[in-house]
């Protein structure tokens, strides 16, 4: 698989020059673009579309539920590791990992976590166990940036509605936050006490398609790039989403997968049928 870490893959950034891609540390002062992955639920035919269709990038900043509810949890963790290091943990990783009871969960996603618990390997089970809580910052804080899954005041709360993102938003003076959890993909802005939602809006349903936003330096944002792996904005194409630190923009992915081996795969493992169901429907 092209993990486009290769030589022959990097490119010369065309304002600073720098031939980097993919570095285990942001460079402080460098043009700066960072992939950013969330959700992937295990759907490992959604993750490599997502790294075949995604621009060139620095650094990947994956914002957690690497595995739950899909059939290839080592297979994605393997992928994920090699392409960076910068995770912060989601509540389906704690729930695999064993550091949280199932209580909060619908059976469904419960027998998921069980599921994916059983059949982990013991070095992705130890890796699962240690990823941190966010928010999680990078080294440096070249641009003002926080990582988390859920919210930066609880990594288990879900941002959905402008309401839900309003208190996070006043409550942290930070430029940027990318959240994930919800499976949404778009974000919020607060600018001067006005705030408002951000959605992508895209033409069809079958092509790889992009929607970039320019970001304004003195608002506050809530980014989310969507779920790679189980999106549920109707939109059943893998999400994903390229911070550019240079342009100052967000660029919104929508990218078709093999959603047949997906489904193949969650069947042939006897997940529950519903997992593999919902993931044409985007819900
Ligand atoms: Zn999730």
């Known amino acids: 698989m092209d993990l486009r870490n290769s030589e022959q893959n990097s490119e010369d950034c065309s304002e600073c020059g720098l031939r980097v891609y993919n570095p285990p540390f942001p460079i402080l002062g460098a043009c700066l673009r960072i992939l950013l992955v969330s959700d992937i639920h295990s ?29 290839s949890p080592n297979e994605v963790i393997d992928v994920s590791r090699k392409l960076g290091n910068i995770f ?73 509605t402008l309401r839900d993102a309003l208190e996070p938003l006043m409550a942290y003076p930070i430029a940027l936050t990318f959240f994930g959890h919800s499976h949404i993909q778009g974000g919020f802005i607060l600018n001067a006490r006005h705030e408002d939602v951000l959605k992508p809006t895209y033409h069809g349903n079958d092509q790889h ?65 519903r997992l593999a169901a919902r993931l044409a429907a985007g819900r």
């Open 209 to 273: 398609e992009v929607f970039s936003v320019p970001l304004k330096k003195e608002a506050q944002y809530l980014i989310n790039p969507g779920s790679v792996g189980q999106p549920r904005d109707g939109d059943w194409r893998a999400s994903y989403a390229l911070f550019d630190s240079d342009k100052y923009e967000v660029q919104y992915h929508r990218v078709p997968y093999d959603i047949r081996s997906a489904q193949d795969r969650i069947l042939a493992a006897n997940l529950p049928p």
């Open 43 to 71: 759907n490992l035919e959604a993750l490599n579309a997502t790294i075949e269709s995604a621009p060139a990038h620095d650094v990947v900043v994956n914002l957690g539920d690497v595995v739950g509810y899909g059939a």
């Open 88 to 160: 912060v943990r989601g509540n389906h990783d704690k729930a695999a990992a064993g550091l949280m009871d199932l209580t909060d969960f619908n059976p469904i996603a419960g027998m998921a976590a069980l599921w994916t618990r059983d059949n982990l390997t013991a070095d992705n089970l130890v890796w699962l166990r240690d990823l941190p809580a966010g928010p999680v910052h990078l080294d440096n804080d070249p641009i003002d940036a926080q990582f988390v899954h859920g919210s930066p005041m609880d990594e288990d709360e879900y941002l959905v």
